[in-house]
């Protein structure tokens, strides 16, 4: 082809037929343009093809990924409203101390000692530079501001571990609970909530106290009150932002959902 081409701006040439040439040559830019142009645009399709399949194992992933946090972080939010429940209901006996049993007070008390922690999987879309492949302005935005909307919920939560470790776990020592605590816990087999495998039951014999529990006596105790009290705040303030966020989550999938499918 570049050979006739050639013999054509040849012919033009030596029959002294300027104006021709030139009209000849400029066709032929022409077409040499197109034919770039052409060309490029096949390679952008190609390009966007490629980018729509990676786009797609990103969501993919995304789905996949955000599932398991709405499943953890609603997880956390019951254990926070078991807080709740078992914390009013401590309250509740100090408020009416009378007909108490040892047995009622450890159960609750059990709660009180959990720590609920979000720890959400962590996906590196922003740092790999691929965010850009996610077509979906609303879903990218989310994406882009995730990280942040977890501190909201886990700047609470350290609160609450920081005041736990230091408060309720030092009260639970001193006043002589921890052994019937944690041997009401594993006495009959026990799973905890957040346990990677519900399947397993562990029993573990600890045994009984040996030391006498004056129940009136901790219910009388202010400290008990205090921590009651304060579980209560802390679980509730961590609810709070843990449902905003499992609404976003929700709002996510639903993007994402809304993206694979089109």
């Given at each position: 082809?570049?050979?006739?081409?050639?013999?054509?701006?040849?012919?033009?040439?030596?029959?002294n037929?300027?104006?021709?040439?030139?009209?000849?040559?400029?066709?032929?830019?022409?077409?040499?343009?197109?034919?770039?142009?052409?060309?490029?645009?096949?390679?952008?399709?190609?390009?966007?093809?490629?980018?729509?399949?990676?786009?797609?194992?990103?969501?993919?992933?995304?789905?996949?990924?955000?599932?398991?946090?709405?499943?953890?972080?609603?997880?956390?939010?019951t254990m926070?409203?078991?807080?709740?429940?078992?914390?009013?209901?401590?309250?509740?006996?100090?408020?009416?101390?009378?007909?108490?049993?040892?047995?009622?007070?450890?159960?609750?008390?059990?709660?009180?000692?959990?720590?609920?922690?979000?720890?959400?999987?962590?996906?590196?879309?922003?740092?790999?530079?691929?965010?850009?492949?996610?077509?979906?302005?609303?879903?990218?935005?989310?994406?882009?501001?995730?990280?942040?909307?977890?501190?909201?919920v886990?700047?609470?939560?350290?609160?609450?571990?920081?005041?736990?470790?230091?408060v309720?776990?030092?009260?639970?020592?001193s006043?002589?609970?921890?052994?019937?605590?944690?041997?009401?816990?594993?006495?009959d087999?026990?799973?905890?909530?957040?346990?990677?495998?519900?399947?397993?039951?562990?029993?573990?014999?600890?045994?009984?106290?040996?030391?006498?529990?004056?129940?009136?006596?901790?219910?009388?105790?202010?400290?008990?009150?205090?921590?009651?009290?304060?579980?209560?705040?802390?679980?509730?303030?961590?609810?709070?932002?843990?449902?905003?966020?499992?609404?976003?989550?929700?709002?996510?999938?639903?993007?994402?959902?809304?993206?694979?499918?089109?």
């Amino acid at each position: 082809m570049i050979k006739f081409f050639r013999k054509i701006r040849y012919n033009l040439m030596s029959e002294n037929k300027t104006g021709k040439y030139l009209k000849y040559a400029i066709g032929e830019i022409i077409l040499v343009v197109i034919g770039i142009l052409i060309a490029l645009q096949i390679n952008n399709w190609n390009n966007h093809q490629k980018d729509l399949v990676k786009e797609q194992k990103i969501l993919l992933q995304l789905k996949e990924e955000y599932t398991k946090n709405l499943a953890q972080l609603q997880q956390k939010i019951t254990m926070r409203n078991n807080i709740i429940t078992a914390s009013s209901k401590v309250l509740s006996y100090i408020d009416n101390p009378i007909n108490v049993s040892k047995d009622s007070l450890l159960y609750h008390l059990n709660f009180i000692g959990t720590d609920p922690t979000f720890d959400p999987i962590k996906n590196d879309l922003i740092e790999s530079g691929n965010l850009h492949l996610i077509n979906n302005e609303s879903l990218k935005q989310r994406l882009s501001n995730w990280t942040s909307d977890v501190y909201q919920v886990q700047e609470n939560e350290l609160e609450w571990q920081k005041f736990r470790t230091e408060v309720v776990m030092p009260f639970m020592v001193s006043n002589g609970l921890a052994r019937d605590l944690s041997n009401n816990i594993w006495k009959d087999g026990y799973t905890p909530i957040h346990a990677l495998n519900q399947k397993i039951n562990l029993k573990t014999k600890i045994g009984s106290s040996k030391h006498s529990l004056a129940i009136e006596e901790i219910l009388n105790n202010v400290e008990l009150e205090g921590l009651a009290a304060m579980a209560i705040t802390w679980s509730n303030i961590a609810n709070i932002q843990s449902l905003a966020l499992q609404e976003n989550i929700i709002e996510i999938i639903a993007l994402i959902n809304k993206e694979i499918e089109r």
